[in-house]
């Protein structure tokens, strides 16, 4: 059975969904393989409704899936650049082709993690990571992307209260960020972190 968090040789089936993301009315190319292939993620789409986008800066946004945070993002907010990082293959290609069908290409940078030079770091990182690889992997996926928040950056996660959000939450403030629950709607926690609020774990 091929997951959205590997790299899936099925024969490539795409689709074109529209989704409303913050207030600009886009067509994104999916298809399947990826995470959420059908439609716009409910926790994604509470993340996005709940955080403003930023004016500027440089953004990770962290398991891209076909890319509507990170292309979302960089066309609400012409002053920003987004790094759209994933290890599925088909994915950063259609984050790639959206961010050029939506005039962003740009300022979206599709890639995979090995290939994010080590000194580069982030304003904001959003993610709607990928809780089904197991807590183990979703721990050593945060620890090692999390430290790239500028010394004032801030972490937006959305993940299902049934899926284990609010011990995520207290596992993040016992390795010494400083995690609160922003939101909650639909089944889902939005949480934030201030690497500034960061404590010695």
């Known amino acids: 059975m091929s997951h959205y968090f590997t790299n899936d040789d099925s024969p490539l089936?795409?689709?074109t969904i529209r989704a409303t993301i913050f207030d600009n009315a886009l067509e994104l190319e999916t298809a399947n393989g990826v995470f959420s292939g059908s439609r716009l993620d409910l926790g994604t789409s509470v993340l996005?409704?709940?955080v403003?986008?930023?004016?500027?800066?440089?953004?990770l946004d962290l398991g891209c899936g076909y890319g509507p945070i990170a292309v979302g993002l960089a066309v609400a907010?012409?002053?920003?650049?987004?790094d759209a990082v994933d290890v599925n293959e088909r994915a950063l290609a259609l984050t790639a082709r959206?961010?050029?069908a939506l005039g962003v290409a740009d300022r979206v940078n599709a890639v995979a993690p090995d290939d994010v030079a080590a000194g580069v770091s982030y304003d904001e990182i959003w993610?709607?990571?990928?809780i089904r690889i197991g807590k183990d992997a979703l721990h050593e996926l945060l620890l090692?992307?999390?430290?790239?928040?500028?010394?004032d950056g801030t972490a937006y996660l959305v993940v299902s209260k049934?899926?284990?959000?609010?011990?995520?939450a207290a596992w993040l403030t016992d390795q010494g960020w400083t995690t609160s629950k922003l939101a909650s709607a639909k089944g889902f926690r939005v949480l934030i972190l201030r690497a500034g609020e960061q404590t010695s774990a």
């Open 13 to 15: 089936v795409t689709r």
């Open 48 to 50: 996005l409704r709940t």
């Open 52 to 59: 403003a986008a930023p004016t500027s800066g440089h953004v």
């Open 77 to 82: 907010s012409e002053g920003i650049t987004v």
């Open 98 to 100: 959206n961010a050029e």
């Open 127 to 130: 993610s709607n990571p990928p």
């Open 144 to 151: 090692r992307w999390l430290p790239r928040l500028k010394d």
């Open 162 to 168: 049934n899926l284990g959000g609010d011990s995520l």
